[in-house]
């Protein structure tokens, strides 16, 4: 189903304020960006930039009020979702483009339990599975969690904020979309763990051809598993271009001074570097 | 949970024990007792009210006959009506049914009707639905039952289609089985929607404001981003996490089973226990009372206490042992 | 914050609108004896069901319609045709006083004697319907707003508290709201009013006795629901942020439970406000409530359940119900108005 | 009065397990040995860092060093003193003393508080001499040291980014002016840059004030930045305890050193 | 589908008693309202509630009867009666063949078993008391199986209606309680229908509690038409019980029942469904509801030595001229043109018209007047200040309470106007509505309280109100249980009481009585007020329909049949 000819995903010039009046923020300005069938895009930038705001409006999950679609149009698979009805927007979500959501301790229904709330992802989206325990032990053992059948009747409150993160993933992949949006999916976990997900999403990657939007502040996994590179600041794109290309030569000095400022494993600085906001502003 | 019920139930003892000495001294002090309509009857002599008192015990004071009561109810024996002659728990138990089903009914009604209500307000808020619900909830609050009854009467009587009241139709007797589960159903219709009413209004306006309240969690938008439809999003995601107070609520409503609604039996000629305990109040016919008291603590206790389980079911994060 | 409040709800068209006509209300009911026509005992036995008189502009000045009493078996009247008598304002009429100080001699308006105003009817004894309402509403507009006042903080801080600290505390707590919940209401008023049976002649004493008895009895079922909340929002983190912060048990529950709890606590208790108008009604039928010939809605109300009301079409002794409904309503709106101005994510969408 | 000698914070053999319950009836089913005779001590002045498996133990140590969960067994020392067991009320003075940064910020956040009053609530127990503009200054000051904007102040939680509500946890926990700070994983949500003004804001305070540090945290190099010691967990237990240089050159434990391996490059 | 009903049709019993009315159908179903919620027990010892004792009443029938309309005592289960001339020995002469409804032979043995049980120490009842006279009770002797003979200790004037007309129960039914002592037990709601023997014109069919009790024709009754046929005509009667008039009334209004009891407020618009429904909505006159207001002229004074009343009170209270310008201050027209749409009564004396035998049309009257009334307190030294408040001749404000208690409607307008026609004779009038308990302690025995409005159903024979009348009576309101006749005219009150009681003689004891109620009329102890008039609404649909002044409408209900 998916068209030969365009990009899955295409953005362009969107635009999504909070508020109204005087108080309005426009917390993403006018951004254009696409992702193509199988192609990792990370999204790095500053905290606040407009990150997962972008990611939310793929398939307008902000309630409105507050955020307002001001502009901009979303296209996936061809079809604007910005335009699409609550009805059939409801058929993308999930199936072709699934989430997982930047703060797993709000975004687990507190009162199911993990495996009701992976489970239901797995009934919606994939009637054919008849084992549906099964699949949900499996999506968690994938996913790095120990002895996924004993802690199946957990409550999100009793797990770890790595394995909250983890059970959202597990969530997302369960769906098995075309693309699935990561916000910061491991910033809770360990690095080995992170290394674990990070493997298993190429795999789907390439077992499938998913493609990924993968928002993240770590510069390792992005040069490890990103395709591409947009940078986000200020609710602009500032940067858009191939993972090496950008980490290598990043043209904006924001993007510049951002892969500068990350700390490298026995690097004896005595202090960590930091942007210099005024400093970007000069020279952009 | 296990020991923490066991000692729920077993701080029932003290409880039962407290509540019945409380209202047995009540009962005392409370001006007057079984024989005052005795006494306002012109032809009633002196010696015989004063002999049945003697008989009734009621010129011991109140600390002796408190003793004696609960003696003997320890040994499983509620005592005897003073007007019917018959054992308390007899007496109870022929009006029981009624009420029961009554009280049931209407409680299921209230919630059939003020859960999904109270979650499509939520909704669509703000819509004219959500306007008009709860224009009609604040009528139905506003209108005293009696009233509500009255016009059940009237409607029921105008337009027929009803009965006017009662627990069975005339010809019950001679109806065929399923006719006389019928003729019982179609008795409970209007009082159960009369009851049912005025609960529902509140249920729902709460209801739609825990659901407001819910609504915009997180969570709710993981659930749409997992592509959940809305009705299941609101009806299993949302509610779960607002019904809390409704389910305390329950706690209340199950200790109303058995003691019914005066009002409404009245108006609507439902023979219930509701009627029969409130007579005994103004009767101050004692026994009754006090059976009624104690089986109304202890459903409300036991209640409760479903109420607090059910809380912790439907909320995990709660813990009772700490 | 008040202040910011009031600005809020002004804002908004239907709190503004509620808020307005709620004060008006309580103007009405504090200045009720300067804007009745008629005293609350004041009778007409020649004037039974006296249906409302009609006001019409009548040679230069508003006027009323004149009746006669056609069919005195089922109170059927009939307006006298060129018949009026003018409305005066500013009439001299027995003189009351206000507050229990302030002599007044006069009355907004009113008709000259032996012809009555009667802009909402008269009931059994020919009292004016208008006149009681006014006067009663200063019963019915406050019984409920103190009512709940009192409930909503026993019930927070007992219902709060319990489910706080949980344990014993709830343990025992708990169980006093049941013994109160087990203990037949009926009895224990008749029993207090027993108890206090010397404070009955004056009727100011006797209002506060019956906001304090419903309040009393009513409480415990606020409190259990308060500590369901709470022990539901207990193991939230951003409770355990503030006692890690240091922060007492008591503020906890007032600065960070409260909040939480605040949409639940408005709306119940809006919702409440009808239960206790018409709760009181049901206590003077004990004999401690309102008695007449002072009257409230309730009571007015109370005494109208009956056929007749309904056949012969005397509706205008079904108007207290409509007051009641008003007044319900007006303060539902205004609670869910107040509702959404708290609520912090509906606060940026005005 | 403690010498000077005595660590801060001696933690020995504690332990603290949770019960698997099952049913609406919540039959106790088995435990969950989240963290499992476990010893440290963290010195004055010094920061620990924490790393482990996700899931291993970390925030339940932090919680039970502020008591949010009570400890099954074993002892905590505070300056010398026993705290494992003391009574909500007898803990209160610790509260100033000791404060945590939260893992999950959002929750962490009362969602009907704003900014401001979630600060300053912290102002107005500690400090409570501060008027309200005292408080306003304050507030703001502590935005701005963590990168947010005076105007943020009268906002609501929820309209904030991950990476701000984080922020927002932070400025709380130092608003206290504490002498320990529990730190469960405060940068991970951060971009590298406002993550590296937040190091050195908490390494200036150290600094200047002396304050300690357990720091729970997933990024190894900025645990190996910040840390002078390193404690490594792995299910409840700790299993490797070294200073920062000796555990990054010279790892022992099998998990440890999975860990340093596993660490992506650029 | 209603099944057919089948009735058995056993001989008629010797001395069968046939009625004077022409013979009619049988068939057709009676179904009437009760307002009392339903009989307590079916016991006759037990029972004190009107309801109960009306079920009872059907079912046992006693040795005599009285037509309602004639108010005369016509036989019942003894054909006939002599008495001696001691006027203390009564003999009755059982009808012959008469047989309980289960077949059991009626006998005298049932009624001397009858008064066995109501004097056995173990069961106490009321009636004991009712047929003793000064604690000594009747000898009841069995003469024959057929003869009964009763000596009364002292010659007792109700005694034909009293004890003639008192229920007499089954002794082969009901020996095995007495026997092992559970006869209080016997005959509760929870006895099966079928155990409830009858020699009336019903036997019970099926009761359901607090819903409706359904009779079935007695086969065994002793009553026939003169075609032979046995009475009752009717296939069932079934009495609904009900808490609220009003939807009994709706039920009525709309040809639900056969019969209601209609309010006078209710009465016109009742009547306008008349055609529609095919009832008449008939006016019975005044009821005998006798409502009436006193003061507590109770001069004692309580346990810690205060006066229940205050003494400048009492002084008022006592003051018989205070007592009739309050009288005459009532506006008893007005409360019944304006509350009850001029379907009342006004009041002069213990008895209302409704009670035709026993009531003195010939009384001091106090129609509404103020005039009247300000005289009279001026004749007692009462003063009014110029705002028109009264004062007494100390200068007290004249000022009192009113006690009354809720549950009626029309009560409390009473309460209301009076207390709106004090106010114009400068009286303040406070009003306290109380709860029944409360009350009856207040009037009966803590006495703290200053005015009492009371309303009482009366009627029947003035031996009813011995405790009222009676200046040591329990029930004599306005100062009770008095050692000695505080007053002369009191005193009289007592002496023709006591008088009244000891002849058989209805002319002289309508002489004394007419005097009580003139003493009290006069002496304004009680200040009687309004009775409201009573409606029957029948169906037109039932033949023989008589309806009396007084008591139930369906006294003849045996004679019933469908047009
Ligand atoms: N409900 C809201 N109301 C007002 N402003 C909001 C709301 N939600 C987000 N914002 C603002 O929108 C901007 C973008 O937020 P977004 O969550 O997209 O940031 P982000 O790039 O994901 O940052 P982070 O890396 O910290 O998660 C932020 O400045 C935030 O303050
Ligand atoms: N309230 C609780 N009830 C039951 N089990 C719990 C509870 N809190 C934590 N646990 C369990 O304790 C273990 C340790 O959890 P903890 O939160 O300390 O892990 P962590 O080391 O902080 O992990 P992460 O790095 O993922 O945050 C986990 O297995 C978790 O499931
Ligand atoms: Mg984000
Ligand atoms: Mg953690």
């Known amino acids: 189903m998916t068209s030969v000819s365009g990009p899955l995903l295409k953005v362009n010039n969107l635009q999504v304020d909070f508020g109204s009046g005087d108080t309005v923020t426009h917390a993403v300005n006018d951004i254009s960006f696409q992702i193509r069938d199988g192609e990792t895009v990370a999204i790095v930038g500053e905290s606040g930039s407009g990150k997962s705001v972008t990611a939310l409006s793929l398939t307008r999950l902000l309630p409105t009020p507050p955020a307002h679609y001001v502009g901009g149009e979303i296209l996936f698979n061809g079809r604007n979702t910005l335009a699409l009805s609550e009805n059939d927007l409801r058929k993308v979500r999930g199936k ?118 993968l928002i993240t502040h770590n510069f390792g996994i992005i040069a490890d598993i990103a395709d591409r590179v947009v940078v986000m600041f200020r609710g602009k794109i500032v940067e858009d271009g191939p993972t090496g290309e950008v980490l290598r030569h990043p043209k904006h000095p924001y993007t510049r001074a951002l892969i500068d400022c990350v700390p490298k494993l026995g690097a004896k600085q005595r202090r960590l570097r930091a942007i210099d906001h005024a400093e970007i502003e000069a020279s952009a | 949970m296990k020991t923490y019920i066991l000692r729920r139930l077993l701080l029932m003892i003290p409880m039962l024990l407290g509540v019945s000495l409380l209202v047995f ?24 009210i004063a002999k049945k008192e003697r008989e009734l015990g009621l010129d011991r004071p109140w600390y002796m006959q408190y003793v004696s009561w609960l003696g003997r109810t320890v040994r499983g024996d509620f005592g005897e009506s003073w007007s019917y002659r018959i054992p308390v728990i007899e007496l109870l138990a ?57 016009l059940a009467v009237i409607f029921a009587s105008q337009w027929g289609g009803f009965p006017t009241g009662g627990l069975s139709a005339i010809d019950h007797d001679y109806l065929s089985p399923v006719g006389q589960l019928w003729d019982y159903v179609h008795h409970l219709i209007l009082p159960t929607i009369v009851l049912g009413i005025g609960g529902a209004a509140g249920l729902m306006r709460v209801m739609r404001t825990n659901m407001l309240d819910v609504i915009q969690s997180d969570y709710v938008m993981t659930a749409r981003a997992k592509g959940v439809p809305g009705n299941v999003i609101m009806f299993r995601h949302v509610l779960r996490n607002a019904i809390n107070p409704l389910v305390t609520s329950l706690g209340f409503a199950f200790s109303g089973l058995l003691s019914g609604a005066v009002l409404v039996e009245n108006v609507m000629n439902y023979p219930g226990l509701g009627q029969l305990i409130f007579q005994a109040f103004m009767r101050k016919d004692r026994d009754v009372v006090m059976a009624a008291v104690i089986i109304g603590s202890s459903m409300l206790i036991i209640g409760n206490l479903i109420a607090d389980i059910l809380l912790a079911w439907v909320d995990p994060r709660i813990r009772y042992d700490k | ?240 942020a503030a006692e890690a912060l240091g922060q007492g048990p008591v503020t906890i529950l007032w600065k960070h439970l409260f909040p939480n709890l605040f949409s639940y606590l408005i709306v119940t208790s809006m919702l409440s406000i009808p239960g206790y108008i018409l709760g009181e009604a049901a206590l003077s039928f004990l004999g401690i409530g309102i008695q007449e010939p002072s009257t409230s809605w309730g009571l007015m109300l109370s005494q109208v359940q009956d056929l007749k009301v309904f056949m012969l079409n005397f509706w205008w002794l079904l108007t207290p119900g409509l007051a009641i409904f008003i007044t319900v309503i007006l303060f539902n709106v205004l609670g869910d108005v107040v509702r959404d101005i708290v609520d912090p994510k509906l606060k940026t969408q005005v | 009065m403690p010498s000077t000698t005595t660590p801060l914070l001696q933690v020995e053999n504690l332990k603290v397990h949770f019960p698997i319950t099952a049913g609406l009836l919540q039959r106790r089913v088995g435990e969950v040995k989240a963290v499992d005779d476990v010893s440290f001590t963290i010195e004055r002045g010094t920061t620990v860092g924490l790393v482990g498996e996700s899931g291993s133990g970390k925030t339940t140590i932090g919680r039970a060093l502020i008591r949010l969960v009570n400890p099954t067994g074993g002892t905590i020392r505070y300056n010398g003193k026993d705290i494992t067991f003391l009574r909500e009320s007898q803990f209160r003075p610790y509260r100033k003393k000791i404060q945590i940064i939260f893992q999950d910020p959002y929750n962490s956040l009362n969602p009907r508080l704003t900014i401001f009053k979630i600060i300053s609530e912290a102002l107005e127990i500690h400090f409570p001499a501060m008027g309200l503009e005292q408080r306003r200054a304050r507030v703001a000051e502590l935005l701005g040291k963590v990168g947010l904007k005076p ?58 004030l002396g304050l300690t540090y357990l720091f729970i945290a997933h990024d190894l190099a900025v645990v190996e930045h910040i840390s002078d010691f390193v404690l490594v967990m792995n299910q409840g237990k700790i299993v490797e305890a070294a200073t920062a240089d000796a555990i990054y050159q010279n790892p022992q434990d099998p998990y440890t050193k999975r860990l340093l391996d596993a660490v992506p490059k650029i | ?142 003469i024959d199986d057929l003869t009964v003979r009763f000596i009364t200790p002292d010659i007792y004037a109700p005694f034909l209606e ?126 005998t509801v006798c409502n009436f207001l006193w003061f507590n002229q109770n001069p004692e004074k309580d346990k810690s030595g205060k006066p229940f ?82 004062f007494d001749s100390a200068g007290n404000r004249v000022s009192f309470s009113l006690n009354t208690n809720q549950e009626n409607p029309i009560r409390q307008h009473m309460a209301t106007v009076f207390k709106e026609n004090m106010k114009d004779l400068g009286i303040e009038v406070k009003l306290q509505l109380l709860d029944f308990g409360t009350f009856v302690k207040k009037i009966g025995e803590s006495y703290d309280y200053e005015c009492g409005m009371l309303g009482l159903t009366g009627g029947g024979d003035p031996v009813g109100g011995m405790s009222v009348y009676l200046s040591s009576g329990r029930m004599h309101e306005w100062y009770p249980n008095q050692k000695k006749p505080a007053t002369a005219w009191e005193a009289r009150i007592d002496e023709l009481m006591m008088k009244q009681l000891k002849t058989l003689n209805l002319a002289e004891r309508k002489k004394y009585w007419f005097e009580v109620q003139r003493i009290m009329s006069e002496q304004l102890p009680f200040i009687y007020l309004i009775t409201p008039n009573s409606y029957e609404g029948v169906k037109d649909r039932w033949e023989n329909v008589e309806i009396p002044k007084a008591g139930g409408i369906t006294w003849n209900l045996d004679e019933y049949y469908l047009k």
């Open chain 1, 96 to 213: 072709q483009i699934a989430y997982i959501f930047q703060e797993p301790g709000t975004s687990l229904n507190p009162v199911f339990t993990i495996e009701y709330q992976i489970a239901e992802a797995v009934q919606l989206h994939r009637p054919e599975v008849t084992d549906v325990r099964a699949e949900v032990i499996r999506a968690l053992d994938l996913v790095g969690i120990r002895n996924p059948a004993q802690r199946l009747g957990d409550y999100p409150y009793q797990l770890s904020g790595g394995m909250q993160q983890r059970v959202m993933i597990a969530m997302a992949l369960a769906c098995q979309p075309k693309l699935l949006v990561a916000d910061e999916p491991t910033t809770a976990l360990d690095v080995t763990i992170q290394k674990q997900i990070m493997d298993l999403l190429r795999d789907i990657k390439v077992k499938t051809g998913m493609s990924i939007m």
């Open chain 2, 25 to 48: 001294v009540l009962v005392y002090i409370s001006p007057g007792n079984y024989l005052d309509v005795l006494k306002a009857q012109r032809d009633i002599p002196a010696e015989f």
């Open chain 2, 94 to 150: 022929q009006r029981a049914p009624a009420t029961l089903a009554l009280s049931l009914t209407s409680l299921v009604f209230a919630w059939a009707i003020a859960v999904p209500l109270g979650v499509f307000a939520a909704v669509y808020r703000n819509s004219i639905f959500d306007k008009l619900s709860a224009l009609s909830a604040y009528a139905a609050l506003s209108i005293p039952e009696f009233f509500l009854a009255l």
């Open chain 3, 1 to 240: 914050m008040t202040s910011d409040l009031l600005h809020q709800i002004l804002r908004r068209r239907a709190g503004a609108f509620c808020l307005v006509a709620l004060i008006l209300f309580y103007v009405a009911a504090f200045f009720a004896p300067l804007l009745a026509p008629y005293a609350t005992s004041d009778q007409d036995l020649t004037k039974t069901y006296h249906p409302p008189t009609g006001v019409v502009w009548h040679e230069g000045q508003l006027a009323v319609r004149l009746y006669k009493l056609v069919d005195p078996t089922c109170a059927k009247y009939e307006a006298e045709p060129g018949q009026f008598a003018p409305i005066h304002f500013w009439v001299k009429a027995p003189t009351y006083h206000f507050l229990g100080l302030i002599p007044v001699s006069h009355r907004l308006f009113g008709v000259e004697a032996p012809a009555r105003l009667y802009l909402l009817g008269s009931d059994e004894t020919g009292r004016d319907v208008f006149s009681r309402l006014l006067y009663g509403s200063r019963v019915s507009l406050t019984i409920g707003l103190i009512g709940i006042l009192i409930t909503t903080v026993i019930g927070l801080t007992v219902g709060g508290l319990a489910g706080y600290f949980g344990g014993v505390f709830d343990s025992v707590a708990m169980r006093g709201t049941e013994l109160i919940m087990a203990i037949p209401g009926l009895y224990l008023i008749i029993a207090l009013r027993a108890a206090l049976a010397k404070y009955f002649d004056d009727s100011d004493q006797i209002f506060i006795l019956i906001v304090v008895i419903l309040s009393f009895i009513g409480w415990a079922g606020t409190a259990r629901v308060i500590r369901g909340l709470t022990l539901s929002l207990r193991n939230r983190p951003f409770i355990y």
């Open chain 4, 151 to 208: 105007e943020h102040m009268d906002r609501y939680p929820h309209e904030f980014s991950g990476g701000q509500r984080q922020r927002i946890g932070i400025a709380r926990a130092l608003a206290v002016e504490p002498e320990f700070i529990v730190c469960d994983e405060p940068v991970s949500a951060l971009d590298v840059s406002v993550q590296a003004q937040i190091v050195n804001l908490l390494q200036d305070l150290q600094e200047e």
């Open chain 5, 1 to 142: 589908p209603r099944q057919k009903l089948k009735r058995e049709f056993p001989p008629l019993p010797k001395d069968v008693d046939i009625t004077t009315k022409p013979p009619g159908r049988y068939g057709g179903i009676y179904i009437s309202v009760d307002p009392g919620g339903g009989p307590n027990t079916f016991n006759y010892l037990v029972a004190e509630d009107a309801t109960s004792m009306g079920a009872i009443s059907t079912v046992l029938e006693g040795l005599v009867r009285r037509n309602a309309m004639t108010e005369e005592i016509i036989p019942g289960l003894a054909k006939s009666w002599e008495i001696g001339p001691d006027n203390k020995t009564y003999t009755f002469h059982l009808r012959e063949g008469v047989k309980w409804s289960d077949g059991a032979p009626f006998s005298a043995d049932d009624v001397v078993f009858t008064y066995a049980c109501i004097y056995d120490e173990r069961f106490p009842n009321r009636h004991a008391s009712d047929y003793s006279i000064d604690g000594k009770p009747f000898k009841v002797e069995k």
């Open chain 5, 162 to 287: 009293m004890v003639g007309g008192g229920s007499i129960l089954p002794k082969h039914a009901l020996q095995k309680f007495v026997d092992n002592g559970t006869l209080m037990k016997a005959w509760n709601i929870g006895t099966h229908p079928r155990e409830i023997v009858s020699t009336g014109m019903f036997r019970i069919a099926s009761f359901k509690p607090g819903e409706r009790l359904v009779y079935e024709p007695n086969p065994h009754y002793w009553r026939a038409d003169s075609a032979g046929q046995r009475l009752p005509y009717l296939d069932l009667s079934i009495t609904k019980f009900v808490r609220d008039q009003n939807a009994s009334l709706a039920a009525f209004a709309t040809g639900q029942s056969d019969s209601e009891n209609v309010s006078p407020a209710d009465v016109e618009w009742v009547r306008r469904g008349e055609k529609a429904h095919n009832y008449t909505v008939h006016e019975r006159g005044p009821s």
């Open chain 5, 309 to 390: 009343v205050e003494p400048y009170k009492l002084k008022w209270f006592q003051d018989v001229r205070f007592r009739q310008a309050v009288s005459y201050g009532i506006n008893r027209e007005g409360i019944i043109k304006g509350v009850l749409f001029g379907r009342g009564t006004p009041l002069w004396g213990p008895e209302t018209p409704a009670n035709t035998k026993w009531f003195n049309p010939d009384l001091q009257k106090y129609p509404y007047s103020p005039e009247q009334a300000r005289e009279l307190l001026k004749q007692a030294g009462f003063r009014w200040n110029e705002a028109g408040e009264l």
